[in-house]
């Protein structure tokens, strides 16, 4: 391969050459593209007979595969190696090549198979060493956790030497490439590849940082941390005991000056970022991931607890997550696993259920380091830059990432560039800007192997202790675990690894060259939040603030938006004996905490009616309005359009254009809340004489916007219209093959991030999964994903749960023996 520059690439170049690669990858591949051929694999197997045996080199015994109507897989075997086997061979057989599309994305290898347009995301997971450190965990976890990743990757590795260039999976074939064998380090990467999208915070230090020469009254009002809708599960918001707050160490860090140039560099590389996440669908919105709930006995009607979890990821095709079976001698247990990663990873056994959501507490600090250079990316890994230390100066580790990149869409041959990556004390220099370098330190990068058994555990943990005892290994993005179990108890653990500093809480990035900001250890694991049978009997958790204020350590002062958690609070409270009927309208709620207190600020301000007769149009439907942000609503629109445009105007004119195009706070609705209560004039647009005056500007602008979206006929301005669900594959958008992959968009009930409406329970796309988890009966257990089981599109099972999603009717998924073998269309017996 030759070593060659690439040009970075503009947002622009990049959709164009995407596109590109797909259009002519079309007339060069047109007739075998179509060619779907008879690929023998499990699931086709499984739909000619009702009982088939399939030959399986590397087995030890035989294991039975069952599938029931909505092709998920029950998997029975006699051993954990071959039970984790299977998982691997069953598992690629539906999934491989978002299986090879997650381990190239993690590890930096995109651009060996789409070129140019992926080399940025390539470049940044190489300087952040996720493919190095994989490799050294795998190594390094102890054997008995090993033996479990080697099965899963000996059957994935079955499966694709079962496979030849007309029979693997359709995308390999368009992209003319073949999979190379898996690896235990590539199932590694994957869950570092989670923890990345659940975890990654430095940017918004260089925005905090960025902040620091407004008045520091404003400062803190952008960037607040508490609201009156905060619901704790842990700990109260009370006076605080005298010395309870001893370990959050509040030392005052003067920042440096951020400049704009920097600022948007760092945003660029978040842009990136998400984009790389979306695309194969782990995209977390704010890192605001997932609700989860539990009540215990004494508040459901069937006097047992009842779990529930949703996690909130990118809309993708297929779905980041996996339904199965999995029972081998000691073990039954059920859930989603995530394709490339073995073990069930929400779901329950036959004694205790569990949820996840993202705690997302601040696991990353930037470092500014001092060099001896002004150009590190031509230093010579033989002779190092030197950086400053408090003992001096020091050689910096230097290597060279050689990134493939694939020459032109119809050529599968490759140039290969040598990226510098410079890694200080910190870790690796993740942004340089005009002699400007800073490190990065992230919890992940310190990850011990022994923690890779965490979930291997946690499927065989029957009761509280052994529950805890297996996330004591967890050392991914930081989880709120929820916890049910048949005896009754219900409980919370916020488990992860979270670093304790020696100064200051990380929120702007440390001077390099001093101690200040150094790690002097985490928060021990005993004294991270949790509770076990709360008198309250309901415990729930959505990315919201989980601990009072009397928590004695630093978690994180960017809270998702309270509205998730508070409504969903509200509703559970309201009723007296739950049942699986009240969870799923939990879960299907649309109501919008953020757009109704907009509307009912806004009605009492203008006085409920106006002479302009659009304006007054609009009070008498924003009064008459439900709150709920359901596909057929016109208030839901036109709340969502006028709160975005009051809340950018507002920022702007407080902070000026270019930093509030930049100004990113996860618990930005909460200053809106506040503005609209009071109608402070420190908050108030100088171009405008009064808030009534600014609000009808508002609103006049929606109006412009929405006619040029939707068109003059107002009565197609509905939510629905405007936004709409869409399930994308990668592929899809190539022009004739691209249509097989395709799921046709639907108008969206419910609401995420975006917009003005502000983040309601059903979070519409980004609800990558349903569970109602029921520990009086688990053959009435309640689990879903939005699209299918299957990878190909030419499967039944390739979206065939999209109407269950969108209608929020998870269906039952079968767990006794009796219930599978009911619930069994197909079965395969693999053999050795």
């Known amino acids: 391969m030759k070593r060659t520059p690439v040009r970075k690439a503009t947002s622009t170049d990049m959709k164009t050459q995407y596109q590109r690669i797909l259009t002519m990858l079309v007339f060069v591949l047109a007739a075998s593209l179509f060619y779907i051929g008879d690929v023998v694999r499990l699931t086709a197997v499984s739909a000619q007979s009702a009982a088939v045996s399939l030959r399986v080199p590397g ?73 190095v450190l994989s490799e050294q965990r795998a190594a390094q976890m102890p054997q008995a956790d090993r033996v479990n990743f080697d099965a899963y990757a000996a059957g994935v590795n079955a499966f694709i030497a079962s496979r030849n260039e007309q029979t693997l999976p359709v995308e390999f074939r368009i992209l003319k490439y073949q999979p190379r064998k898996w690896k235990p380090a590539d199932s590694v990467v994957i869950s570092f590849l989670m923890a990345e999208s659940l975890s990654t915070s430095w940017q918004t230090d260089v925005m905090r940082a960025a902040l620091a020469d407004l008045p520091a009254a404003q400062r803190a009002e952008l960037l607040t941390e508490f609201s009156e809708l905060d619901t704790p599960v842990v700990g109260s918001d009370a006076a605080t005991p005298k010395g309870a707050g001893a370990a959050k160490k509040k030392v005052a860090l003067q920042p440096h000056r951020i400049s704009n140039e920097l600022l948007a560099l760092a945003n660029e590389d978040e842009a990136v970022r998400q984009r790389s996440l979306d695309r194969i669908g782990l995209g977390a919105e704010d890192l605001a ?115 493939a990149v694939r020459k032109a869409p119809t050529n599968p041959e490759t140039d290969e560039v040598c990226v510098m990556v410079t890694v200080t004390r910190h870790g690796p220099i993740v942004l340089d800007k005009n002699g400007e370098r800073y490190a990065l330190r992230w919890t992940v990068l310190d990850t011990k192997p022994e923690t890779f058994g965490a979930f291997h555990d946690l499927n065989r943990a029957r009761n509280w202790q052994e529950f805890t005892t297996a996330i004591r290994r967890f050392a991914g993005a930081t989880q709120n675990y929820v916890y049910a179990d048949v005896d009754g108890h219900i409980g919370y653990y916020g488990a992860g690894v979270i670093p304790v500093r020696k100064g ?37 958790t959505a990315n919201a603030r989980i601990v009072g204020k009397d928590y004695p350590f630093h978690l994180t002062h960017a809270w998702s938006a309270p509205y998730r ?41 203008l006085g409920g009616k106006s002479a302009d007769a659009k304006l007054n149009e609009a009070l008498q439907m924003l009064a008459a309005w439900d709150g709920k942000a359901n596909a057929d609503s016109r208030a839901a629109l036109l709340v969502n359009e006028m709160r975005d445009i009051f809340a950018t105007r507002i920022v702007s004119a ?78 899809a958008s190539a022009p004739l093959v691209g249509n097989q992959f395709k799921i046709a968009p639907f108008p969206q009930n419910g609401n995420g991030y975006s917009g003005g409406l502000g983040p309601t329970p059903n979070v519409g796309p980004t609800v990558s999964m349903r569970m109602i988890a029921d520990p009086a009966n688990w053959d009435q257990t309640q689990h879903g994903i939005p699209v299918g089981q299957a990878g190909d599109p030419q499967s039944p099972h390739y979206q065939d749960q999209v109407p269950d999603w969108r209608n929020v009717t998870p269906r039952v998924f079968p767990f006794s023996a009796a219930a599978v073998a009911k619930a069994t269309k197909t079965t395969v017996t693999l053999m050795p």
């Not at 299986?99 to 940025?120: H, N, P, Q, S, Y």
């Not at 609700?291 to 993708?316: E, I, M, Q, Y």
């Not at 506040?674 to 908050?683: Q, Y």
């Open 504 to 540: 200051g809480d990380g929120s702007v990035p440390y001077d390099g060259a001093s101690d200040d900001g150094e790690w002097t250890g985490t928060i021990p694991f005993e004294k991270l939040p949790h509770v076990f049978d709360p008198p309250s009997g309901l415990i729930v």
């Open 59 to 131: 087995l030890q015994a035989n294991v039975t595969v069952r599938r029931d109507e909505r092709g998920i897989p029950y998997l029975e075997a006699a051993n954990d190696h071959d039970l984790y086997f299977a998982q691997g061979y069953v598992t690629a057989s539906d999934r491989l090549w978002q299986m090879d599309l997650l381990r190239r994305t993690a590890r930096g290898e995109l651009a060996e198979i789409f070129g140019k347009v992926a080399f940025e995301e390539d470049k940044r997971r190489r300087i952040l060493g996720l493919a």
């Open 565 to 605: 958690q508070k409504r969903l609070n509200d509703l559970l409270a309201a009723k007296s004996k739950l049942s699986a009927d009240d969870y799923r309208a939990a879960l299907g709620d649309t109501y919008a905490i953020g757009g109704a207190t907009f509307a009912k600020a806004v009605v009492k301000l």
């Open 289 to 403: 991931a997932s609700n989860n709930w539990v009540a215990s006995g004494k508040r459901t009607a069937s006097g047992k607890p009842l779990l529930s979890n949703d996690p909130h990821l990118a809309a993708s095709v297929p779905g980041i997550w996996y339904l199965i079976h999995l029972s081998a001698p000691g073990m039954r247990v059920a859930g989603v696993s995530i394709p490339g990663i073995s073990n069930v990873i929400i779901g329950h056994n036959e004694r205790i259920a569990w949820g996840m959501t993202n705690l997302g507490p601040d696991v990353q600090d930037l470092y500014r380091e001092t060099f001896d250079t002004n150009n590190l990316e031509k230093v010579d890994p033989k002779n190092p830059p030197k950086y400053k230390t408090p003992k001096g100066w020091e050689s910096a580790e230097v290597r060279c990432e050689d990134i």
């Open 654 to 731: 407080a902070i000026g254009e270019e930093k509030a195009k930049q100004y990113r706070w996860t618990n930005r609705h909460v200053l809106m809340d506040r503005i609209v209560a009071e109608w402070p004039a420190r908050w108030l647009p100088k171009y405008h004489p009064d808030w009534p005056d600014f609000v009808k500007s508002c609103h006049d602008a929606a109006r412009a916007n929405l006619a040029k979206r939707l068109g003059d006929d107002e009565s197609k301005w509905t939510f629905g219209n405007a936004v709409q669900v869409r399930f994308n594959h990668p592929l």
